[in-house]
């Protein structure tokens, strides 16, 4: 039972845009930054967004994040058939532990 | 660019230790700013923080997994490891080692992952 919420699945058409939710307490997500995943198959998961809704160098701006309270969303616009992966979301607990969703699995249809 | 290198044994018997190593390239671990941690994801499973060393040697582990864990840093080789002792079927998992923004900015770097089998 993973500490973070996320849905186990979400799809959409290619072009369409997908969010992604991911829910915890205010022990977690609620006073810290979160950060997103993606891992598409066969492969290291790779940090998509930081602090919340910073993008690393190189992550196209059709990725976006947000968190409001105790929950975070991460946006993905203009779906391409290359985005079918798994995403993560992350943070760390109030006892200073690493915790992250159960993943997500992204169909573009 | 920051490179981090998985390497030990595949193939692990039940009850013995778990011994992994993660190299580091492109980057001292011994630069701080950074917690270096291991992450394992069993088949088909979501990610699972096994816990994380700093450069001095400062170590936090998650407790679920705590009393089986040692994570050590050999800042000569630029390297830092895991050992998960007696190891059982569950253990069984494709293991990441990556490197931990310090003020929770996320794991910005990750290893391939070696994938560790625990079987007689």
């Known amino acids: 039972q993973s500490v973070l919420t996320q849905p186990p699945s979400v799809s959409a058409a290619p072009g369409q845009k997908v969010t992604i939710s991911c829910s915890g307490s205010s022990s977690n997500i609620g006073n810290n930054y979160v950060s997103w995943y993606q891992q598409l198959p066969g492969t290291a998961p790779k940090l998509l967004i930081y602090?919340?809704?910073k993008r690393p160098s190189g992550i196209p701006d059709r990725f976006s994040g947000s968190k409001s309270g105790t929950s975070a969303t991460l946006g993905i616009t203009g779906l391409q058939t290359g985005d079918e992966a798994d995403y993560y979301c992350?943070?760390?607990?109030?006892?200073?532990?690493?915790?992250f969703g159960g993943g997500t699995k992204l169909t573009v249809l | 660019q920051v490179q981090l290198q998985e390497s030990g044994p595949g193939l692990v018997k039940p009850s013995q230790t778990l011994s992994l190593t993660c190299t580091v390239s492109?980057?001292?671990?011994?630069?701080?700013?950074?917690?270096w941690s291991w992450i394992r994801q069993h088949p088909g499973k979501g990610l699972e923080w096994i816990g994380y060393i700093y450069y001095s040697g400062s170590t936090y582990y998650n407790p679920s997994l705590k009393s089986r864990v040692t994570i050590s840093v050999d800042t000569s080789k630029n390297q830092f490891s895991l050992k998960l002792s007696s190891v059982t079927a569950a253990d069984t998992a494709v293991y990441y080692c990556?490197?931990?923004?310090?003020?929770?900015?996320?794991?910005?770097?990750w290893g391939q992952g070696t994938l560790v089998t625990v079987s007689s």
């Open positions: 602090d919340n809704n």
């Open positions: 992350g943070t760390w607990d109030s006892s200073l532990r690493r915790v």
């Open positions: 492109g980057g001292s671990i011994s630069s701080g700013g950074y917690y």
């Open positions: 990556a490197r931990d923004q310090q003020g929770g900015s996320g794991f910005d770097y």
